[in-house]
């Protein structure tokens, strides 16, 4: 028997698609993703740190980086932001998702620079942004280097701001800003 669409293999889950699949999708439509600023708070519900992760990118710079990826076919919203944090932060990050998550706004990644502040050169994408608060121990994951925890003054500080791709540095702001930080 051959994979298929119908039939999930171990190295292609139910719902994922393979490499040249995905690859005429995002050459055809725009792709949903979540994007999660993750943050601490104070006993009183205020953002004091937040959560931002060191990667290298496919060009070999290293850059700053917000919890982001794909909702998979079927998948629910809250559902891919917890596989998400998990992925990039731990399983034991423990997230503190609403039961009915509302984004603090919507970004509209383009393959062609200049066109909204948010730049991804492999596709059309269309992203909820969210700020989610984390209570437990958060280590870098995946293809993650290191997990820095900044006070929102420091992460929306010009030197963070520049090592941020694709507009992530505008959306960490206007989070910073949904939550009365700046």
Known sequence: MTASAEFPTPDRPDGWLS????AQVRRSLPIVYVDAVPVRVDDSGDVIAVGLLLRVTREGVMSRALVSGRVMYHERVRDALLRHIEKDLGP???PQIPASPQPFTVAEYFPTPGITAYHDPRQHAVSLAYVVPVSGDCQ???DAIDLAWLTPEEACAEQVQVEMNGGQGALLRQ???FV???
Do not use: K
């Open 19 to 22: 490499a040249d699949d995905i």
């Open 175 to 177: 989070a910073m800003a």
């Open 92 to 94: 034991v990050a423990l």
């Open 140 to 142: 870098p994951q995946n």
């Open 180 to 182: 009365g930080r700046i």
